[in-house]
T-cell receptor, first 109, second 114 residues
Framework: RKEVEQDPGPFNVPEGATVAFNCTYSNSASQSFFWYRQDCRKEPKLLMSVYSSGNEDGRFTAQLNRASQYISLLIRDSKLSDSATYLCVLTGGGNKLTFGTGTQLKVEL | GAGVSQSPSNKVTEKGKDVELRCDPISGHTALYWYRQSLGQGLEFLIYFQGNSAPDKSGLPSDRFSAERTGGSVSTLTIQRTQQEDSAVYLC????????????FGPGTRLLVL
């Protein structure tokens, strides 16, 4: 089983829609969780950290479910500019981050 | 301030040649990471430097890969006797302190081995 699993998509949604992605992880010892965003042919950039209590940043809401070992990202009122690949990231063992392969989102007119 | 920079941005080489990829981290960042991203794949951890500690080389795929970090700043990733499967985007990232602190990525070096 992969350490981090994501549905690759693509998720094609109309502008203004609400879309949610899930990510499951296998290492129950993982401590820290993040969502990164990667635009086509660009480097990944941190979108938001994910806290146990859940956290919100504008149109974006992230949640962590330790019992079921998954994290989620909810995007409300999708914009064309939200089109990107969303990477689920977590700390596994040691000091390195483990990246999922990403979920591709395409927001259309 | 300046972000992470990498050079070259693109590199085309012939199979069997050696290549050197350079990373300039954000000034003051003690942690530096190298990752590889192949087409349609996730980021694959290669190596991690933290201050003066011995690097974590656990992600290097073979002994053809090596990296060094001089003076706690600039890092060079060297691939010897390149193979076609080495073709990928090589990304460098730095952070102020070790994870889970935010990592800032450079634009990457796109390596194509013919």
């Amino acid at each position: 089983r992969k350490e981090v699993e994501q549905d690759p998509g693509p998720f094609n949604v109309p502008e203004g829609a609400t879309v949610a992605f899930n990510c499951t992880y296998s290492n129950s010892a993982s401590q820290s969780f993040f969502w990164y965003r990667q635009d086509c042919r660009k480097e990944p950039k941190l979108l938001m950290s994910v806290y146990s209590s859940g956290n919100e940043d504008g149109r974006f809401t992230a949640q962590l479910n330790r019992a079921s070992q998954y994290i989620s990202l909810l995007i409300r009122d999708s914009k064309l500019s939200d089109s990107a690949t969303y990477l689920c990231v977590l700390t596994g063992g040691g000091n390195k981050l483990t990246f999922g392969t990403g979920t591709q989102l395409k927001v259309e007119l | 301030g300046a972000g992470v920079s990498q050079s070259p941005s693109n590199k085309v080489t012939e199979k069997g040649k050696d290549v050197e990829l350079r990373c300039d981290p954000i000034s003051g960042h003690t942690a530096l990471y190298w990752y590889r991203q192949s087409l349609g794949q996730g980021l694959e951890f290669l190596i991690y430097f933290q201050g003066n500690s011995a690097p974590d080389k656990s992600g290097l795929p073979s002994d053809r890969f090596s990296a060094e970090r001089t003076g706690g700043s600039v890092s060079t990733l060297t691939i010897q006797r390149t193979q076609q499967e080495d073709s990928a985007v090589y990304l460098c990232a730095s952070s102020l302190v070790p994870p889970p602190e935010t990592q800032y990525f450079g634009p990457g070096t796109r390596l194509l081995v013919l």
